[in-house]
């Protein structure tokens, strides 16, 4: 039995030839695996419903690598910034070199095949009432799993490279489909949106038990819903993406926004049998006392649900979530300086200061000054401008800050466990504990998905909570819905529509409700660039370092304007004790048009004639 979970988690990659002739795990390579054959596996019901949970474990996930997508970002560093993170950040990578991270053509298409294979099989696999797959109404919806994750596999390769080839069956080494073309958009799209539908009609509203993180009709709905607004966004909709192709419509359609919109909105929607609402906010208020008095939190006890959300392995937000390992303190470790865990090398993504200067201050005004991307606008000294209606003093630049920035950020005089964040420099030469020195350094620590009240410094991190990285979450629908019917909707026409689903996030968070917000801005609630660069920073706000940024700036084409450059948050430390904070250039980056989808694999264009490469490759 050890033998078998140990080919369970082998991982076979290579061309699309090479993942459509072998399932993704290696489950069924007789060399490999003796007598576990494909016969053996889907005659067993208790193999059968481990080769499905393979499936499962080829999902992508934000801390499997320590390091998260965001840090590829404006939003993100890389503490050991010379590994993959670098070679995004200066552009070091192409069709025939690509970061580990970045290899997602063959990792998918072996879990597409492991689908297709599951799903040529299990009609026939016997059940079996000592083990999972106990009933012929267990098997049913196992099946729909499948074909609810073979549609998920797709929906994200549309994302990182475009239209692709459609895979529906076994290959074998002489299949000719191995030689088929890339897919244009209507048709991943037509593909991808039955798959969602077919797997919504046969899948429970809800998972409960050992089941809850496994797929629901809810889930399958959300995947539709967030590949139409990436179908729907200026990568793909718009007049400059060129004639009809894998990776442009051919020519902009508004309706594409009001398809996404009606997706995001029926997620939102969504009701289980008995018509009760399946998903909803978390909303929770906390004890003022509720962290101790080792821990700063200037934030709001009334935004306490915000920070729950990704603590509490089963909530009413959490649409699809990777729990690693139930209670541990290893994300707590990633996430720490070294100095202040008593151990090495730690804090694998830092926060930039670009990502704290998106937050307002308490009274929904933005602190600093803006352009159309959300970029800071600078002084002569190269200081971002301070929006003076914010009364922000930049010398004091962690007060008065919405509560969601204290559940993100660590920061220069943050208290945590009884510990002092110190990452300051001194005029004598001297470093805070916390300064890092030899690579990364922001200024700022990542605390967001952290638990500090169940997680404590005593000699090292010790205490354990669960931790919940995000999927799929019901927060990213109603900013989904809010984008989808802003873009659709004429410039000027009401947005009466919107706001309420934008209010269910700004009240969770203790923030002015949308309209208070727009009136103390002077911003046009109707106006749609006004409303525009609101639900941007909401988003980048809201999923931070949930692997969103990475592809929201590709998808609204703004990664020219928002990616090459990144700040720190300098601390000085003067000789009579006080501090003097400055912003400063950390890291130039590069970032071109072609960056916003990955070369496909070199040797699958020299292998197949048919075979497109993406523009700029």
Request: hydrophobic share 35%; charged share 25%; proline share 5%.
């Amino acid at each position: 039995m050890k033998q078998f979970k140990h080919i369970l988690v082998m991982l076979l990659c290579g061309s699309l030839l090479a993942a459509c002739t072998k399932d993704g795990a290696g489950l069924l390579d007789k060399a490999e695996s003796g007598e576990l054959n494909e016969e053996r596996v889907f005659s067993n019901a208790k193999y059968t419903k481990e080769f499905l949970t393979d499936i499962y474990r080829r999902i992508p996930y934000g801390w499997d690598e320590q390091v998260y997508l965001d840090a590829a970002t404006d939003d993100g560093e890389s503490r050991p910034w010379w590994g993959w993170v670098n070679n995004v950040h200066v552009g070091a990578y192409n069709p025939t070199s690509l970061p580990d991270k970045f290899k997602r053509w063959a990792n998918y298409y072996a879990a597409i095949r492991a689908c297709n294979l599951f799903l040529s099989k299990i009609d026939n696999a016997p059940t079996d009432p000592e083990q999972y797959m106990s009933s012929e109404e267990v098997k049913e919806r196992m099946k729909y799993e499948a074909v609810c994750l073979r549609a998920y596999f797709y929906a994200e390769l549309v994302r990182w490279y475009g239209g692709v080839p459609i895979i529906t069956k076994v290959l074998e080494r002489d299949s000719p489909e191995l030689y088929s073309a890339r897919a244009g958009l209507q048709e991943v799209k037509d593909f991808i949106t039955a798959e969602c539908d077919l797997a919504a009609a046969h899948l429970p509203a809800k998972q409960t038990g050992v089941d809850y993180m496994r797929i629901t009709s809810g889930v399958a709905k959300a995947i539709k819903a967030r590949l139409l607004l990436h179908l729907a966004s200026p990568l793909f909709n718009s007049t400059g993406a060129g004639p009809v192709s894998p990776w442009s419509w051919g020519g902009y359609d508004a309706n594409r926004w009001k398809e996404a919109a009606d997706a995001a909105l029926n997620v939102i929607n969504h009701t289980d049998e008995n018509g009760a609402p399946v998903y909803s906010l978390v909303v929770k208020t906390e004890a003022n006392n509720y962290f101790g008095n080792g821990v700063t939190y200037p934030g709001s006890y009334k935004a306490m649900g915000w920070y729950n959300v990704f603590i509490t392995r089963v909530n009413t937000e959490m649409m699809l979530a990777y729990g690693k390992k139930g209670m541990t303190n290893e994300l707590d470790k990633w996430q720490l300086p070294g100095a202040m865990q008593k151990a090495g090398d730690a804090s694998y993504t830092l926060p930039t200061y670009n990502y704290a200067a998106c937050f307002e201050n308490k009274e929904g005004i933005p602190v600093y000054q803006t352009n159309e991307y959300g970029m800071p606008l600078l002084d002569a000294q190269g200081q971002f401008l301070v929006n003076p209606a914010s009364n922000f003093d930049p010398q004091k630049p962690y007060d008065n800050r919405d509560s969601r920035f204290y559940h993100s950020l660590w920061y220069n005089g943050a208290r945590f466990g009884g510990a002092t964040f110190n990452t300051w420099r001194g005029e004598d030469g001297s470093l805070g504990a916390e300064y890092l020195t030899g690579y990364g350094h922001t200024g700022l620590f990542l605390r967001k998905f952290m638990d500090p009240k169940n997680i404590s410094l005593s000699n090292g991190v010790t205490g354990q909570t669960n931790h919940n990285f995000p999927l799929y979450r019901y927060v990213e629908m109603l900013l989904s819905y809010a984008e989808a019917m802003n873009e659709f909707l004429p410039d000027g026409a009401s947005r009466a529509a919107i706001i309420p689903e934008l209010n269910k996030i700004r009240l969770r968070a203790d923030m002015p409700d949308v309209p208070t917000t727009f009136t103390r801005n002077g911003w046009d609630v109707n106006n749609q660039q006004h409303m525009r660069k609101f639900i941007r920073n909401e988003r980048r706000i809201e999923l931070a370092f949930e692997e969103h940024r990475f592809f929201d700036v590709r998808r609204w084409l703004i990664g020219e304007h928002t990616q090459r450059v990144v700040y720190e948050h300098d601390v000085l430390k003067k000789a009579n004790g006080s501090f003097e904070y400055t912003i400063k250039v950390w890291e130039r980056r590069v970032f071109e048009p072609r960056n916003n989808l990955l070369p496909l694999p070199q040797s699958e264009v020299n292998n197949n004639p048919n075979m497109q490469q993406n523009p700029g490759w």
